[in-house]
């Protein structure tokens, strides 16, 4: 699986756009984007996945840049719930591994009121 | 619907004993797996199943068992529990053993081993 860089953390004013960055340069032609995050002490939830198109759901938007090296996912108004460490997993499917996701470290986003 | 269920939410276990982290999935989901979560160690592979009657070991199998019996339960049983065991403990399912779904996640089980 492709590793992603992210930043250590981020800031964002309540009721701004988050723009949470990542980059995944060695990325290959198979593998999906997914974001995932983590609220304090709680399970991670799953965000939102793409392949090359940029999606769109009721949580968030991703951007996938042309050549794929790099993503942005985009919390439209951001609310202090969302404060919350987001992770940026690029992955193929290998039941070698039982299909298992990878964590890095992520971006703490702290959004402030 | 209430998503993947997991119980207790805490438990704490005296060295030895032996006990089981219940997981439940109302969304028929055929993946299910658990993981575990460590400060500064990110979230481990423990086991997984991709359907009835199957199960495989993941990165840290040592001192856990797993059953899947039916569709909606994947119970973790920890044999005789070691202060290294003392963990958050995640199942997770998915719709299908697929990179295409994106995982749900249960609340988690605080354990801890004295």
């Known amino acids: 699986d492709a590793k992603t860089t992210q930043p250590t953390s981020m800031d964002c004013a309540e009721g701004r756009a988050a723009n949470l960055p990542c980059n995944h340069s060695?990325?290959?032609?198979?593998?999906?984007v997914y974001w995932y995050r983590q609220i304090h002490s709680q399970g991670p939830q799953y965000i939102i996945h793409g392949l090359k198109n940029n999606e769109t759901n009721e949580m968030a938007s991703l951007i996938i840049t042309e050549d794929r090296k790099s993503s942005t996912l985009i919390l439209p108004h951001a609310t202090l719930r969302d404060t919350a460490v987001y992770y940026c997993i690029v992955r193929v499917a290998s039941m070698e591994y039982g299909n298992k996701l990878v964590f890095g470290a992520g971006t703490i986003l702290r959004v402030k009121s | 619907n209430a998503g993947v269920t997991q119980t207790p939410k805490f438990q704490v276990l005296k060295t030895g004993q032996s006990m089981t982290l219940q997981c439940a999935q109302d969304?028929?989901?055929?993946?299910m797996s658990w993981y575990r979560q460590d400060p500064g160690m990110g979230l481990r592979l423990i086991h997984y199943?991709?359907?009835?009657?199957?199960?495989d070991q993941g990165e840290v199998p040592n001192g856990y068992n797993v059953s899947r019996s039916t569709t909606e339960d994947f119970p973790l049983r920890l044999l005789s529990a070691a202060p290294s065991q003392t963990s958050v403990y995640f199942c997770?399912?998915?719709?299908?053993?697929?990179?295409?779904?994106?995982?749900?996640f249960g609340s988690g089980t605080r354990l801890t081993v004295v």
């Open positions: 969304m028929n989901h055929e993946y």
């Open positions: 199943s991709v359907g009835a009657g199957i199960t």
């Open positions: 997770a399912s998915s719709y299908r053993a697929d990179r295409v779904y994106g995982y749900t």
């Open positions: 060695t990325i290959s032609g198979n593998e999906y």
